[in-house]
């Protein structure tokens, strides 16, 4: 009697990435997020693709090999931040997990298994409608405590840094992340000026019955957690970042903030400031060299003919007008500034960047 050959198993359905098995005689399948599509060639020519993939719960590496073309050719028509099924094989690459890919496509809504929540985290239904391919945007910030009920020790510490500062304590707890908080993120497609400016906005306390006036229908009323949460998938799925003056303060803060509520930061901002994907900081391209002129986001708008974003409220305005319920005020001011951003983007693009062997 001849023995029985065990029927090959077919690939199996991960519900997320955490629960990868290395084991190289055995196909997977799941869903992720392309973070980062590269192309290259081996010394010995071989071509390959090395990718990024990520979800809700786990980033790791993968690699595609041309023993595989329909993938190489799906990878290369793919766009950072997309949402993909992944046929794999789980190995071992120094010492660390990586996928290596058979097949790769385009994650369709009614594929059995597919829950965007799964790929993208806690809040992708109030970004779903949103995303794009350059994300331009700016925050406010306001301070998040009384000092009536912080340690006097902090208190004391907050005085007297304003006191050398020559500024009031409640800006310096509004540009900081261990006292400030952000009250109003606003954004938008930098690749389409008269795309729509939207805006997370955080009400005072938490209660929509404390703003004055009406709430415009391009601002959206969330905890300061759910525009954290918001930010990071927007930023995820985006190509690239677009902020003024963004390393110094925007992505610090969102950092700061972050980790005050745990909130996973998904796309590095940080990275080396000589790169200009996956954060673009406009700041660094306009105030580069030696130069000591002001190069605030108002001055270089003026000295490219671009309309000013200042006219109304300034940042320092932003506390009051916040105390006072005043958030649609500063989600317009917020607006703004973003559209400014994205006029200084494209000039940027197109008379700097478009030039550039790594845009």
């Not at 290395?22 to 997977?28: E, G, Q, S, T």
């Not at 385009?106 to 594929?111: E, I, L, N, V």
């Not at 985290?121 to 405590?145: I, M, Q, S, Y």
């Given at each position: 009697?001849?023995?029985?050959?065990?029927?090959?198993?077919?690939?199996?359905?991960?519900?997320?990435?955490?629960?990868?098995?290395?084991?190289?005689?055995?196909?997977?399948?799941?869903?992720?997020?392309?973070?980062?599509?590269?192309?290259?060639?081996?010394?010995?020519?071989?071509?390959?693709?090395?990718?990024?993939?990520?979800?809700?719960?786990?980033?790791?590496?993968?690699?595609?090999?041309?023993?595989?073309?329909?993938?190489?050719e799906a990878a290369r028509a793919a766009r950072r931040g997309q949402p993909v099924k992944l046929l794999f094989r789980v190995?071992?690459?120094?010492?660390?997990?990586?996928?290596?890919?058979?097949?790769?496509?385009?994650?369709?809504?009614?594929?059995?298994?597919?829950?965007?929540?799964?790929?993208?985290?806690?809040?992708?239904?109030?970004?779903?409608?949103?995303?794009?391919?350059?994300?331009?945007?700016?925050?406010?910030?306001?301070?998040?405590?009384?000092?009536?009920?912080?340690?006097?020790?902090?208190?004391?510490?907050?005085?007297?840094?304003?006191?050398?500062?020559?500024?009031?304590?409640?800006?310096?707890?509004?540009?900081?992340?261990?006292?400030?908080?952000?009250?109003?993120?606003?954004?938008?497609?930098?690749?389409?000026?008269?795309?729509?400016?939207?805006?997370?906005?955080?009400?005072?306390?938490?209660?929509?019955?404390?703003?004055?006036?009406?709430?415009?229908?391009?601002?959206?009323?969330?905890?300061?957690?759910?525009?954290?949460?918001?930010?990071?998938?927007?930023?995820?799925?985006?190509?690239?970042?677009?902020?003024?003056?963004?390393?110094?303060?925007?992505?610090?803060?969102?950092?700061?903030?972050?980790?005050?509520?745990?909130?996973?930061?998904?796309?590095?901002?940080?990275?080396?400031?000589?790169?200009?994907?996956?954060?673009?900081?406009?700041?660094?391209?306009?105030?580069?060299?030696?130069?000591?002129?002001?190069?605030?986001?108002?001055?270089?708008?003026?000295?490219?003919?671009?309309?000013?974003?200042?006219?109304?409220?300034?940042?320092?305005?932003?506390?009051?007008?916040?105390?006072?319920?005043?958030?649609?005020?500063?989600?317009?001011?917020?607006?703004?500034?973003?559209?400014?951003?994205?006029?200084?983007?494209?000039?940027?693009?197109?008379?700097?960047?478009?030039?550039?062997?790594?845009?």
């Amino acid at each position: 009697m001849s023995e029985l050959v065990p029927r090959p198993q077919g690939p199996e359905l991960l519900a997320d990435l955490t629960t990868l098995v290395p084991d190289p005689n055995r196909l997977f399948v799941a869903y992720a997020s392309l973070m980062q599509v590269q192309e290259g060639r081996t010394r010995q020519g071989r071509p390959y693709f090395d990718l990024v993939v990520s979800d809700a719960a786990r980033t790791i590496a993968a690699k595609i090999w041309d023993d595989a073309p329909e993938a190489m050719e799906a990878a290369r028509a793919a766009r950072r931040g997309q949402p993909v099924k992944l046929l794999f094989r789980v190995e071992q690459y120094q010492g660390a997990l990586q996928l290596n890919v058979r097949k790769l496509r385009g994650a369709q809504d009614d594929d059995d298994g597919y829950a965007p929540a799964r790929v993208f985290g806690d809040g992708f239904e109030r970004v779903a409608g949103k995303l794009c391919r350059t994300l331009v945007f700016d925050l406010e910030t306001a301070p998040a405590h009384d000092p009536a009920t912080m340690p006097a020790s902090v208190v004391e510490a907050i005085r007297r840094h304003a006191t050398r500062e020559g500024c009031e304590p409640e800006l310096v707890m509004s540009l900081s992340p261990l006292f400030g908080q952000i009250v109003s993120l606003a954004f938008m497609d930098g690749d389409d000026l008269d795309s729509e400016v939207w805006a997370l906005g955080v009400p005072p306390g938490n209660d929509p019955r404390r703003l004055v006036g009406e709430v415009p229908p391009w601002l959206q009323l969330v905890s300061e957690r759910e525009l954290l949460q918001a930010f990071w998938l927007l930023a995820a799925q985006a190509e690239v970042v677009v902020s003024y003056n963004g390393r110094n303060f925007d992505v610090p803060f969102l950092l700061g903030r972050s980790l005050v509520h745990e909130v996973p930061a998904r796309v590095d901002l940080l990275g080396s400031p000589y790169q200009v994907r996956p954060h673009l900081d406009l700041y660094r391209m306009v105030a580069t060299g030696r130069s000591v002129a002001p190069a605030s986001l108002d001055a270089v708008c003026w000295a490219l003919g671009v309309e000013s974003p200042k006219d109304g409220m300034s940042g320092a305005d932003v506390a009051p007008a916040y105390a006072r319920g005043e958030l649609g005020a500063i989600a317009t001011y917020n607006r703004g500034d973003v559209r400014a951003t994205a006029s200084v983007y494209q000039r940027v693009r197109d008379t700097v960047l478009r030039f550039r062997d790594d845009w």
